[in-house]
């Protein structure tokens, strides 16, 4: 309404637009800029003027223009409402609604300017990273009452929220690039506050809230950054009855451990914080729509004997691998009965299905028999509670399928490709493909680069059994590798999730974008749209792009980068790692970041990656280019920005598995470990670094082993190279030479070796594990001999020179010298050098001989 920005709804007039049936079933879908989330391609959701109400709704996908924009057309990506963020009394109103992925260039990812009640605030964005604005990912300039405000980003300050009033409001998992992960600017009343984060590295400011007045709040199990820092739960803010460490300044506060649930909203019965607060400063109800105790709790949740279920009830796909679990959190007086349902039919233990009578129902080996209805009714001895219903759906992909028909519901009639399912599918729904390589079918998302899989929509795209057997296969050009023939393999809008496969020889135009890093030149494996497209679970291999040979912003989890180039960050660019192992990729036309460049690096290992001249560059350190940290994880050497580093060799037994020894066992964090290991393996607690868990009592089993030797024959102190291989899961490699020199882990490339002695050496290669601990071992002798003095023989004079010949010796290196006269000091000059010779007869001519007198001599090494 500014005659600058689409909006999909405009609600001009004071009037209430409501849905029948909810927010899970009535969706206003806006539209990312497809080239910059945030441009003039975008649509945002809903425009709403003073005394309008909009209820009822997921508001998704919306966005708005950049940063040379007029600035209402830059705030507020889901929805933007009329009344000055200043005023304490927003008259439009969204209430009931869920507010999702959205962005904004400027405030307000989620929403800007408005009064919401009773509505989730999840994953959206205020970014702008070219003009560097950014605050309020979530929410700005506004009033939240009874909100869930969670995992959203803001570039800037205030990843929930800025200069917003929040009354009753759980502030989750949010975070910011700079101030106040949680909330920034704003007047809290009973609202909890938790795992919110700043990645600030050079302030300390707070990963909490930052220059708020609180009454009746926790705050608490927040995070910053910067190591130098020694509150990370708020700066510069006014308490009053509340809970948080260290404990505020101010009346009735306290800093004992609140003792929340596992949701980090719901308060253990045991907890300080109940009957703590004060009752003039409560008002409405808590956020499950209870009232009240006088006195009333602290935080958003007021303690009651009858159960209570977090809302909505979700699940986590891969958890454990291959199956999905729904978690459910129950609040009130223990003990706890609980009953699941699926279309209405009750689930009871039976192998396919676990846990059913525990708040975690586990579908083990998932298919798409499994879509439907869940429920969960919990019950207690104060009374029975139900939860919402969460739906499942799902869409079968068989490359070898003979009757694809939409909505590829079941095997018998899955789509053939991939991007066919997601075509049909709508968000929240799930595409279950089975194994094969799915090197056909795709979709142009920007310019006319080809995506051999695009996620445009917030789907999950998984295989049924992990990344071995299943394959998304891009193409490079044949003739530049990438140019106006490559094909990328996966495109992942905001929200969507790829899990558990093999992305291979994609790859991107070699120009075209208008900006550096645009999603025509990077990302040559996955491009993501935002740092909420999530790949967990996948190899990416052998992929090539400008920017980000493997992938190119988005969140990695658990996965393995390896064999990738790219000019900057020939692994990744721009990303967020979680429990990744990043090695062996290359820079390979100049630039850096072989590694990494730009992006956070948690719990992982990046290591043996390397630039055009072949020196080690695991991160770009220039400061050319964004900034990489790193926290809890391995890389080449020091100077990298973050906490908690180490620096040394991980000691791989194969491309990506850890030994036993391994100096990267258990000292990850386990804040940043989700998921499974990439062999489907529970993360430990702490978890180790890279994408492999190291569980020496899983690795068991036969093991079969092999060496090769590149040659069996050569002199003293010459390299030597060999490879050694195994089958089986093996806690530890090594590798014994014969002259008491022995080696542990040295990975799947080969290793190097030098003998100072001639004679005849036995090389063993050795693979352990919990059932072989005296080790598999094969060997190859390999025959050192030592250096012949060369003999001259046979001087002829010539017409044109003189003439010798010795014999060589294979692998010798010789310099040929001559000199006019042996009186000292000797000036020899070099005539010939012959390196690496094959052996036989070497003819040496001089043709500058004369009838003067000339020495000669040959030197071997």
């Given amino acids: 309404m500014d005659n600058t920005i689409t909006n999909r709804v405009s609600l001009n007039k004071a009037l209430t637009v409501q849905s029948v049936n909810g927010p899970s079933v009535t969706i206003i879908q806006g539209a990312y800029d497809p080239t910059a989330t945030n441009g003039p391609g975008a649509v945002r959701c809903a425009w709403l003027t003073n005394n309008a109400v909009l209820s009822g709704f997921t508001l998704r996908g919306g966005a708005t223009r950049n940063y040379t924009s007029t600035l209402q057309s830059r705030n507020g990506g889901g929805v933007f409402g009329t009344t000055n963020r200043f005023n304490v009394s927003p008259s439009a109103t969204v209430t009931n609604c869920l507010i999702t992925l959205n962005a904004a260039a400027n405030n307000g990812g989620g929403a800007y300017q408005v009064l919401l009640n009773n509505c ?339 789907v999950t795209v998984m295989s049924m059994n992990g990344y071995a057997a299943t394959t998304i296969q891009g193409a490079w050009d044949s003739a530049s590798t990438n140019g106006p023939g490559a094909v990328r393999c996966a495109w992942l809008t905001n929200g969507a999730v790829l899990n558990g496969f093999t992305l291979q020889n994609g790859a991107t135009r070699a120009t075209g974008d208008i900006y550096s890093s645009g999603p025509l030149e990077s990302g040559g494996g996955v491009w993501c749209s935002s740092t909420n497209g999530i790949v967990s679970n996948c190899v990416l291999s052998n992929n090539s792009a400008i920017y980000g040979g493997g992938i190119k912003s988005g969140t990695l989890n658990n996965s393995l980068v390896l064999f990738n180039q790219a000019g900057y960050g020939g692994g990744t660019y721009n990303t967020i790692l979680n429990n990744c192992t990043v090695v062996y990729n290359s820079s390979p036309f100049g630039g850096t970041g072989a590694g990494t460049c730009g992006g956070i690096i948690y719990n992982s290992i990046v290591v043996f990656n390397q630039t055009k001249s072949l020196t080690e560059d695991d991160y770009e350190s220039t400061g050319t280019f964004p900034i990489v940290l790193y926290y809890n994880s391995c890389t080449s050497r020091g100077g990298v920005a973050g906490t908690g580093n180490i620096f040394v060799n991980p000691q791989f037994v194969d491309l990506f598995h850890i030994g036993s020894a391994s100096p990267c066992v258990g000292v990850g964090s386990i804040l940043y470990a989700t998921g499974t290991d990439l062999d489907g393996e529970t993360w430990l607690n702490p978890p180790s670094m890279g994408c492999d868990e190291m569980v020496v009592s899983n690795l068991v089993g036969t093991l079969s082993v092999n060496v090769h030797a590149y040659e069996t024959n050569l002199l003293v102190n010459r390299y030597a190279t060999f490879a050694g291989s195994f089958t089986g899961r093996a806690s530890e490699i090594t590798w014994s030479f014969g002259d008491e020199q022995v080696f542990t882990n040295y990975g799947a490339l080969g290793i190097s070796h030098l003998w100072t002695n001639f004679g005849d050496y036995v090389v063993t290669y050795t693979a352990y594990n919990y059932d072989n601990p005296a080790g598999v071992s094969t060997n190859i002798t390999v025959h050192v001999q030592p250096l012949d003095v060369p003999q001259l023989q046979s001087a002829v004079l010539l017409t044109n020179g003189f003439q010798f010949q010795f014999a060589g010796q294979l692998d010798a290196n010789y310099t040929v010298q001559y000199s006019t006269n042996l009186t000292p000091p000797v000036a020899w000059q070099t005539l010939q050098n012959i390196y690496f010779s094959t052996g036989g007869v070497y003819q040496i001519t001089d043709p500058a001989a004369t009838d003067a007198t000339r020495f000669y001599r040959v030197g071997v090494q």
């Fill in 120 to 458: 989730t605030i999840a994953s959206n964005t205020a970014n702008d990273g070219i003009a560097g604005y950014g605050s309020g990912g979530g929410a700005s300039g506004c009033i939240l009452k009874n909100c869930m405000v969670a995992g959203n980003y803001a570039l800037i300050a205030g990843g929930g929220t800025a200069y917003s009033f929040l009354n009753n409001c759980a502030i989750n998992g949010n975070s910011a690039g700079l101030q106040a992960g949680g909330v920034y600017y704003g007047t809290l009343n009973n609202c909890t506050v938790t795992r919110n984060l700043s990645l600030s590295i050079n302030y300390d400011y707070s990963g909490g809230v930052g220059y708020a007045s609180l009454t009746n709040c926790i705050v608490y199990s927040n995070q910053e950054s910067d190591s130098s820092g020694v509150n990370s739960n708020y700066f510069n803010c006014i308490f009053a009855f509340s809970c948080s460490a260290p404990v505020p300044s101010g009346t009735g506060n306290i800093g004992a451990d609140p003792q929340l649930l596992a949701d980090g909203i719901h308060l253990a019965i045991t907890s300080p914080c109940i009957g703590a607060g004060l009752a003039s400063a409560a008002s409405g109800t808590d956020i499950d729509g209870q009232p009240w105790n006088n006195p009333p709790s602290i935080g958003c949740d007021e303690w009651q004997s009858a159960p209570v279920v977090s809302a909505p009830l979700v699940y986590q796909i891969n958890t454990p691998a291959h199956g999905f679990t729904f978690n459910v959190i129950a609040g009130g007086q223990l003990p706890f009965t609980f009953f699941w349902s699926k279309d209405g039919a009750s689930i009871q233990d039976d192998g396919h299905h676990s846990n059913s009578g525990t708040a975690n129902l586990v579908v083990n080996n998932f298919g798409p028999d499994d879509a439907g209805l869940y429920q969960v009714v919990v019950s207690n001895a104060f009374g029975v509670v139900t939860s919402q219903v969460a739906q499942v759906v799902i869409h079968a992909v068989d490359a070898a399928g003979a009757n694809p028909v939409a909505p590829y519901s079941a095997w018998a009639t899955a789509a053939t490709n991939i991007q066919d399912a997601i075509n049909t599918a709508s968000a929240g729904d799930i595409v279950l493909v089975t194994n094969g390589v799915y090197a056909t079918g795709g979709k142009v998302m920007a310019g006319d680069l080809t995506n051999r899989v695009a996620l445009d929509r917030v």
